[in-house]
């Protein structure tokens, strides 16, 4: 039997190999930033960072699986646009919430991050260049969708959704106290303390002086000031603020999701598995909504999301959004939606892969 310290210079040894191979496929990164550049082409291509996933996926059969391979690979794409072309992701801030770590988990630890204070401000920051990338949250699987980041989709029309992201919303216990006996103050977002109440009385917390912030960032941020203080937060909010997590999920819900919208300027490629979103506006007449949905119907066109919004006028009139499945640039969708002639208005809101 080999001993540790024989086992630890074999992975050195596959370490050096490893940052070798890494340094080599940089390069060509390099090169083919240059060629993009050049071209004017997008940096950020989703489509084929979910094609090289999926073949490395399809090799996987030791130790580092699916999740792991997700994991890994962000950060070296993360690394790899950095290097084609540095851009500056916007996302709803403060820094430490969940849009924060969604940016994160997609554009790697190393990106360029704007934090703001709005999901608007994240579009206008787009529509001026200031920020190439935007991230922000579509909707809830348990409080629905954003009103406002469909809102902003349809008035900001040369921002698109280049990609869509979904994450766990886990609600970490973070603290200095090594024991919850010796938590004195809870600091949380309201709806964050609200969706932990189990965790809670479990641990006799309930009865514990809670103070409300006005985001789970800003909680740890309270927490991180008091040995005897803690913060129901996100785990990258606790690692920010560089306080550690006693105990790692304790929402009630644990099958808590949310879909985040990747925005920016460009029009993806074709991928394997796409989605398009849409607003439409159907005219003032009897079966204006069901003869829209009858055009996907006879197309065969799968809907796999219809929401209605307020247009936000004296008139109180109704727009549609939709997702379903398919490309802009596939034939079935644009004849449906060159089909709906002068009975809708059509807002293209961009394609994508299907995360889903």
């Not at 993360?78 to 072309?85: C, G, L, P, Y």
């Not at 109440?197 to 809670?210: A, D, I, K, Y």
């Not at 129901?232 to 690692?239: L, M, Q, T």
């Not at 089909?339 to 994508?352: A, E, F, T």
Request: with cysteine; hydrophobic share 35%; proline share 3%.
């Amino acid at each position: 039997m080999k001993k540790i310290g024989d086992l630890r210079k074999e992975i050195d040894k596959i370490d050096d190999d490893i940052l070798k191979l890494l340094n080599q496929r940089m390069e060509f990164v390099k090169e083919i930033g240059v060629l993009k550049h050049t071209s004017g082409s997008s940096i950020y291509r989703p489509e084929r960072e979910k094609e090289i996933l999926d073949r490395l996926k399809k090799l996987s059969g030791g130790y580092v699986k699916n999740g792991a391979i997700e994991a890994i690979y962000s950060e070296i794409f993360a690394v790899s646009r950095n290097i084609e072309f540095p851009e500056k992701i916007a996302f709803l801030g403060p820094e430490g919430t969940y849009s924060h770590q969604a940016a994160q988990s997609r554009f790697g630890a190393q990106g360029n991050y704007l934090a703001l204070n709005s999901i608007e401000a994240v579009f206008q920051v787009l529509t001026n260049k200031e920020a190439k990338y935007g991230v922000v949250p579509i909707e809830n699987n348990t409080e629905g969708v954003v009103g406002v980041t469909l809102d902003c989709l349809g008035k900001y029309e040369d921002i698109k959704v280049v990609a869509e992201l979904y994450m766990d919303i886990h609600h970490s216990f973070a603290t200095f106290a090594e024991d919850v006996k010796d938590v004195k103050i809870i600091y949380s977002h309201p709806q964050g303390y609200n969706q932990c109440r189990q965790f809670l009385e479990t641990h006799l917390l309930n009865g514990v002086e809670f103070i409300p912030t006005k985001s789970t960032a800003e909680a740890a941020k309270m927490a991180s000031k008091d040995k005897n203080a803690a913060a129901i937060c996100s785990y990258i909010a606790a690692k920010l603020c560089k306080i550690p997590t006693l105990f790692a999920k304790i929402e009630d819900n644990l099958a808590n999701r949310t879909r985040f919208a990747v925005l920016s300027d460009f029009k993806n490629q074709k991928g394997l598995k796409n989605k398009t979103s849409i607003l439409a506006k159907t005219y003032d007449k009897p079966g204006g909504l069901l003869a829209l949905l009858q055009l996907f119907n006879d197309a065969k066109i799968n809907l796999t999301k219809l929401e209605s919004r307020p247009t936000k006028r004296r008139d109180f009139k109704r727009v549609f959004y939709l997702d379903f499945e398919g490309h802009i640039d596939d034939e079935n969708v644009q004849n449906v939606l060159n089909g709906s002639g002068k009975n809708y208005d059509i807002i293209w809101l961009g394609s994508y892969i299907s995360e889903d």
